[in-house]
């Protein structure tokens, strides 16, 4: 019988051996995976239970920073975080609920959890931009128009907000028209408008209809403002026109190209 030629010699010689190199690859992939799974089952119950039911990962404390006007105690309290409770399954965001719902004061809230034992909370409140008299009392808004805390005292350098809105003639028209919430937020869009040098001399922003808003400076001072509209531009003319005439007593620049100033 004649030998195997050359040719098929070598064929013998190159045919790899084993499972091909797909399969090797998918078995290697499967190692690892039940690898990983094994370790998960090993490693993960003592990480439940070190999260979970130890003591070592419990909330023992709460700080709070960021507050002007409240009482930290006070943020505290409203907060409720659950003491002794797992820091793992601290409901972060009911707590930043129940502080917004609690206490209107506050405008924003970051609750974070602070390892290994503490919860952190860090407020930023409302800033009263006017006050809107009440009795004997003052409601302090923000800038948003947003009515959040009454108190017995306006904060120095904080105008009053004064709505004369008559029941007749155009006035009244403009209040069935745009209503009183909105003549508010209109007589909060001027104060926010106000330069810096007029501003902390406001004492009162005077609301008679959405176009007739003005201002009673310190001294006796008055300022025709007309609209919250064109904000910009009538601050800077208001800077201009009082640098123009000191002695003035009274400004109008509700049509910011043609102001005009009087009296002494």
Same mark, same amino acid.
């Given at each position: 019988?004649?030998?195997?030629?050359? /040719? %098929?010699?070598? %064929?013998?010689?190159?045919?790899?051996?084993?499972? =091909?190199? *797909?399969?090797?690859?998918?078995?290697?992939?499967?190692?690892?995976?039940?690898?990983?799974?094994?370790? +998960?089952?090993? +490693? #993960?119950?003592?990480?439940?239970?070190?999260?979970?039911?130890?003591?070592?990962?419990?909330?023992?404390?709460?700080?709070?920073?960021?507050?002007?006007?409240?009482?930290?105690?006070?943020?505290?309290?409203?907060?409720?975080?659950? *003491?002794?409770? =797992?820091?793992?399954?601290?409901?972060?965001?009911?707590?930043?609920?129940?502080?917004?719902?609690?206490?209107?004061?506050?405008?924003?809230?970051?609750?974070?959890?602070?390892? =290994?034992?503490?919860?952190? &909370?860090?407020?930023? !409140?409302?800033?009263?931009?006017?006050?809107?008299?009440?009795?004997?009392?003052?409601? !302090?808004?923000?800038?948003?128009?947003?009515?959040?805390?009454?108190?017995? @005292?306006?904060?120095?350098?904080?105008?009053? *907000?004064?709505?004369?809105?008559?029941?007749?003639?155009?006035?009244?028209?403009?209040?069935?028209?745009?209503?009183?919430?909105?003549? /508010?937020?209109?007589?909060?869009?001027?104060? @926010?408008?106000?330069?810096?040098?007029?501003?902390?001399?406001?004492?009162?922003?005077?609301?008679?209809?959405?176009?007739?808003?003005?201002?009673? +400076?310190?001294?006796?001072? $008055?300022?025709?403002?007309?609209?919250?509209?064109? #904000? /910009?531009?009538?601050?800077? $003319? &208001?800077?201009?026109?009082?640098? /123009?005439?000191? #002695?003035?007593?009274?400004?109008?620049?509700?049509?910011?190209?043609?102001?005009?100033?009087?009296?002494?």
């Amino acid at each position: 019988m004649a030998g195997s030629t050359t /040719a %098929e010699r070598g %064929e013998r010689q190159q045919k790899p051996s084993g499972p =091909p190199p *797909l399969l090797r690859s998918r078995r290697r992939r499967l190692r690892a995976v039940v690898l990983l799974a094994l370790a +998960l089952v090993f +490693l #993960g119950t003592p990480t439940l239970w070190l999260l979970y039911g130890s003591a070592w990962l419990r909330v023992e404390r709460v700080s709070v920073s960021g507050t002007r006007v409240l009482e930290p105690a006070r943020v505290r309290q409203a907060a409720g975080v659950p *003491l002794g409770e =797992p820091l793992v399954s601290v409901d972060t965001d009911a707590i930043e609920a129940r502080l917004r719902r609690e206490l209107p004061r506050i405008d924003t809230v970051d609750v974070a959890r602070s390892w =290994p034992h503490g919860i952190g &909370l860090e407020v930023t !409140e409302r800033t009263p931009v006017l006050m809107v008299r009440k009795g004997r009392n003052f409601i !302090e808004v923000d800038d948003e128009g947003v009515r959040f805390a009454t108190v017995s @005292r306006a904060p120095k350098g904080v105008p009053v *907000l004064e709505l004369r809105v008559s029941r007749s003639g155009t006035a009244a028209a403009s209040a069935r028209r745009f209503g009183e919430d909105r003549l /508010a937020r209109e007589a909060v869009r001027v104060a @926010r408008a106000l330069p810096a040098g007029v501003a902390h001399r406001t004492r009162t922003v005077r609301v008679r209809s959405y176009d007739d808003i003005s201002l009673e +400076l310190a001294g006796g001072r $008055t300022v025709d403002w007309g609209s919250g509209e064109q #904000g /910009a531009a009538k601050a800077r $003319t &208001l800077t201009a026109l009082m640098k /123009a005439a000191p #002695g003035a007593g009274h400004f109008d620049v509700s049509v910011p190209t043609a102001p005009a100033s009087s009296g002494s």
